[in-house]
């Protein structure tokens, strides 16, 4: 059953404080998180599209995470659309995978110094492109799995599949590709278990072509056999990024996609083994935001209750790029303000130790770069 809640409303609260992370090269495109250093605070990894630069960020303590972030330039790639950390080679060193498109098509592995006193220095780390994915499509979106690498990309010949790394993972010419399922333009891809049976399948949303939709492959244990396709909504739709979150409180993760030009579907989930899904979205004014990219589920405003998050493209004039919904009061709250055009992929960090979730995004088009939101809930 699909039910769409069509709400007219204004947005509520004034735009919350930013701060720049940095903003110092062109396109920054995406936010990738994990904690390199082991101080319970996640670090950042962004491509920056037009600028040509991977970069990773430390993330500081709290009272320095309002100025620019220790920064470190870790690869230069043409036309990079995403930046994801991995220890490939286990040695407890975090390396950087970046996804390129346009006309690089490729995917490259920066590799970390090993020496921990060396990892802000730029001439330490060692970019190396992998032979397997050179020229089979636009790159776009990378993930760790396991010991491997999930990724795929967008244009013809476009695919979802997984790097086999062999044991000597800087050996890049032994990585081998195995293509699970042609896709017109990957947005997300997620390993996850999505069917309660304790391994990793692959969530995932396309955005283009005759399957586009929500789905995930479920993995059949010998991933060298087929991965049975699990359809979880959104078919046909032009869906943008996804988050997982138990939405309605039953012990039950669900599906949340944005999705164009201005919804934000929640894929209810109703058995463990995501057989079966039950569907509601809900539109956001686009007079008071731009057309949808990504969402977030999380407790913004600390009432107990989920919330969601959605940032937006074309934000132009006098909408905003960043806004949140409450789905207990149905009312819409701003973040961003009217500054900025093109946001991309949240993530949430309590980032100034006053207990409620601040967003950490990146503006691509108006020059913001990578900058964070400080949620004001919790004075």
């Known amino acids: 059953m699909f039910v769409a809640l069509l709400l007219a409303a204004a947005l509520l609260g004034k735009p919350w404080t930013r701060y720049t992370i940095d903003d110092s090269s062109r396109g920054a495109d995406g936010v990738r998180l994990i904690d390199i250093n082991t101080d319970g605070r996640p670090d950042i990894a962004t491509a920056w599209e037009e600028g040509g630069l991977i970069r990773v960020y430390f993330n500081p303590s709290r009272v320095d995470a309002r100025r620019p972030w220790p920064a ?11 930046a994801v950390f991995a220890d490939l080679d286990r040695d407890l060193a975090f390396d950087v995978v970046s996804s390129a498109e346009g006309n690089t098509r490729s995917l490259q592995v920066h590799w970390a ?5 060396r990892f802000f220095d730029p001439s330490a780390w060692t970019t190396t492109a992998i032979p397997a994915a050179a020229n089979l499509m636009q790159w776009m979106f990378a993930a760790p799995w396991s010991n491997h690498v999930v990724a795929a990309g967008k244009g013809p010949g476009a695919a979802l599949g997984w790097f086999e790394i062999p044991a000597n993972a800087r050996d890049t010419a032994a990585w081998r590709w195995h293509p699970l399922r042609p896709v017109g333009w990957i947005m997300s891809v997620l390993p996850i278990d999505m069917d309660a049976d304790g391994d990793s399948d692959i969530l995932f949303s396309d955005r283009r072509g005759p399957r586009s939709g929500v789905f995930f492959l479920a993995n059949p244990g010998d991933v060298t056999k087929p991965w049975p396709e699990i359809a979880v909504g959104s078919a046909g739709r032009e869906v943008m990024f996804l988050d997982v979150a138990d939405v309605d409180g039953d012990g039950l993760r669900d599906v949340a996609a944005a999705v164009k030009p201005n919804d934000i579907e929640i894929h209810y989930r109703l058995d463990k083994a995501g057989t079966r899904w039950r569907t509601e979205a809900v539109s956001f004014p686009g007079d008071l935001t731009g057309t949808a990219k990504a969402v977030r589920v999380a ?3 600390l009432d107990g209750h989920p919330d969601l998050l959605y940032s937006a493209e074309a934000a132009t004039g006098p909408r905003s790029g960043v806004i949140w919904y409450s789905l207990r009061h149905k009312t819409f709250h701003d ?13 949430l960090l309590d980032l100034d130790a ?9 503006e691509e088009t108006a020059g913001l770069g990578l900058v964070w939101y400080e949620n004001p809930s919790a004075r």
């Open 113 to 117: 110094p090993k020496d921990p006193d």
């Open 299 to 301: 407790d913004v405003d």
């Open 354 to 362: 006053d207990g409620d979730l601040d967003v950490v995004t990146t």
């Open 335 to 347: 973040i961003a303000g009217p500054e900025g055009v093109k946001y991309d992929l949240m993530e």
């Open 72 to 82: 470190v330039t870790v690869g230069k790639v043409a036309s990079p659309e995403d």
